[in-house]
């Protein structure tokens, strides 16, 4: 009995004690709830205070009257300078190059044309060229002179002002500058162009048809002389050139038409003696010694031409006329090796 009751007795120490334990815990346990609740009551005010702090911050900063801006007073710029090539309008750069073409003192200087006789060779009609050097910019109507050359107005008087001839003479410019560099396509093209501009440009059509010729296209050479002919009747360098080339194919009598129909309008030392010894192969000697005298009287020291005077006269039955024309060229110093033979042959034949 004695173990039971002190069992027993130690069962309630131990309940005794168990509930002091629990008295206690559950102090400690309300006394921390109370805590946590007094830190979440200050956390929470200092988060309305710095709520309320920085709500009446930002009306201090909305309320507060911010200055207006001081006026600043731009200095008015100067307009950027342009370099000249910009100001000046291209159309303006075209005209003011086109008056500073290089004259014709700048252009080889041509060489005299020895009397035409056939047939022709193409290289020498090529040469025929440079006996038409483009013309000064004097010969030219100059464009006026522009006071403004950025007022667009005075652009489109400056093209105005630019006229066909003168277009056909730029052309021609360019053709003769390619003849020289040895570049006969670019050439034949600017020259086509010119007489587009202007069909009535002789130089150019003269020069094409010499390029023609060197091309051995005699057809179309003859054509563009012809279709000359028709835009300016009489005159003698197209009317020429074409009868040296029908006596080329063996046409004299065509020629010989060719030159009668278009008969220079003065003077023409040239025509005369082609005419002349034309006029002496198909034996009109006659007519021959009055186109020789013709020729002679522009440049009585013309061998050939006195050779040819010669002939026609001996061919006439006037020996002694004959033989002073034949001294005459032998003395004038300008037949080659062979005439000069020729011309005393004929001498002793007449004397």
């Known amino acids: 009995m004695s173990v039971i009751n002190q069992m027993l007795q130690e069962l309630e120490?131990?309940?005794a004690d168990a509930g002091t334990?629990?008295?206690?815990?559950?102090?400690?346990?309300?006394?921390?709830?109370?805590?946590t609740v007094r830190w979440i009551a200050l956390a929470t005010g200092v988060v309305v205070i710095a709520v309320l702090g920085y709500w009446m911050l930002g009306r201090q900063e909305v309320k507060m009257p911010v200055p207006p801006p001081a006026p600043v007073t731009a200095?008015?710029?100067a307009p950027p300078s342009l370099p000249p090539h910009e100001q000046m309008p291209q159309v303006l750069q075209l005209a003011g190059e086109l008056g500073h073409l290089p004259a014709v003192s700048d252009a080889p200087a041509s060489r005299p044309v020895p009397a035409p006789r056939p047939p022709v060779e193409g290289k020498a009609l090529v040469a025929a060229v440079a006996e038409n050097p483009?013309?000064?910019t004097a010969d030219l109507p100059k464009p006026a002179k522009v006071a403004d050359p950025v007022q667009p107005v005075e652009i489109s008087k400056e093209i105005k002002q630019i006229s066909p001839q003168q277009r056909a003479e730029n052309a021609y410019r360019t053709a003769y500058a390619s003849l020289q560099q040895g570049r006969m396509g670019e050439a034949e093209d600017s020259l086509r162009q010119a007489l587009q501009f202007d069909p009535r440009h002789a130089a150019a059509r003269q020069a094409l048809a010499a390029l023609l010729v060197e091309a051995k296209q005699l057809g179309r050479a003859e054509q563009l002389l012809q279709q000359g002919l028709e835009l300016q009747p009489g005159h003698s360098g197209y009317a020429m050139t074409l009868a040296r080339l029908q006596v080329e194919r063996g046409d004299v009598p065509a020629a010989l038409a060719t030159l009668q129909r278009n008969p220079p309008s003065g003077e023409n030392a040239e025509y005369h003696g082609f005419?002349?010894?034309?006029?002496?192969?198909?034996?009109r000697h006659k007519e021959a010694i009055e186109q020789y005298q013709a020729a002679l009287r522009s440049n009585p020291g013309a061998g050939p031409w006195l050779l040819g005077l010669g002939i026609s006269l001996q061919a006439d039955n006037q020996p002694a006329k004959a033989a002073d024309a034949f001294r005459r060229?032998?003395?004038?110093?300008?037949?080659?090796?062979?005439?000069q033979a020729f011309a005393e042959q004929r001498l002793r034949q007449v004397q």
């Open 329 to 339: 060229a032998k003395s004038s110093a300008s037949l080659s090796p062979e005439l």
């Open 13 to 15: 120490q131990r309940r």
């Open 75 to 77: 200095r008015p710029s």
């Open 134 to 136: 483009p013309r000064t």
């Open 21 to 35: 334990s629990a008295a206690q815990v559950r102090a400690v346990a309300g006394q921390r709830r109370h805590n």
């Open 275 to 283: 005419m002349a010894a034309l006029l002496q192969r198909v034996e």
